[in-house]
């Protein structure tokens, strides 16, 4: 990002124009050049939307309530990708296309100049350990999204990163099996009859699941305790996604992370119920959890060819860009209507 004494290329409409492929895609707001190709992809509205608007002035459509309200982390994030200032159209051609001192910079940014917060070079979690941010100040900074082409280090030791970065396609190579064996001993012990009846209900207990978890075990702003131990747990579980939404290697569970949870859930599902019912809910649980891990990375990185898919990605962005403390719904918005934090 350049700074106040930083030089800035001037640009003519004619120089932004020529960026609107994919290959190199350029926007106009608020008279200030930004290079998007490198976030294209992974624009939550779709690619097809900056191809459309590529090298053109998208100031008003980037207001436009019916189109796509931009949120102001938006605007924080945007000026990342700065690469000039756009040339006054009278006179335009008297502007050099080399770089000129630019007297004052001001920033597209609505949240005007960025507060210090965490490094994204250095290792994350020693500075939250050591921060002495108030709570209300973390939290207001961990969710205003960043973006970074790769991951940012969370520990700092190559070993202990490894451990923090799944692909997506681990998920299934790991917890299939599982579930062919989980199956096996289910029909094992209670029969295929009654298998595939649970099986159904195990799904939709996995997705109650998936939103108990989302909202009350991730999402515990209200009851954070105020000190830098309770906010460094909180972004190791969650505020790391907040902070850095897009990073492809941390979108699913890390498998052993995911096993501890599960080993902790069977235990406590044996203690409250019958034996048949745990191993006949944990053959609709296992690929429910499956399904909602792969949704989650699909719905950051994909390009949805349903509409309950395109729906749902535009629904769990906006709760990253818009209001983290509604949407928690990751494949349905089934249980968010009946408890009353639908988005909208």
Known sequence: MMGASDKVTVLTREDVALHNTAKS???VVNNKVY???EFMFDHPGGEELLLQYGGQDVTKVMKDKLEHEHSESAYDMLDEYCVGVLAPEEGSKAHSKKAVVAE?????????TKKPFIDLAKPMLKQMVYSTWSKEYYLE???IPRHMTDSAPIFGHPALEMLTKTPWWVI???WVPLWSLALYASMHKIGVGLTLQLLPLGVIF?????YTLHRFVFHVEEILPDNRFALSLHFL????????PMDRMRLVMPPALSIIIA???????SMILPEYLVYGLATGVIPGYVGYDLTHYYLHHGRPFAAHLREMKTYHLDHHYKDANLGYGITSKLWDRLFGTVLY
């Open 25 to 27: 895609v350029w926007v």
């Open 35 to 37: 290079d998007v190709s």
């Open 104 to 112: 004052e910079r001001v920033g597209t940014s609505k949240l005007g």
């Open 141 to 143: 900074q961990v969710h």
């Open 172 to 174: 299934p190579l790991v």
């Open 206 to 210: 996995w997705s109650f699941l998936e």
């Open 237 to 244: 579980l969650h505020g790391i996604h907040h902070y850095l």
């Open 263 to 269: 080993t902790c859930l069977w235990n406590f599902f």
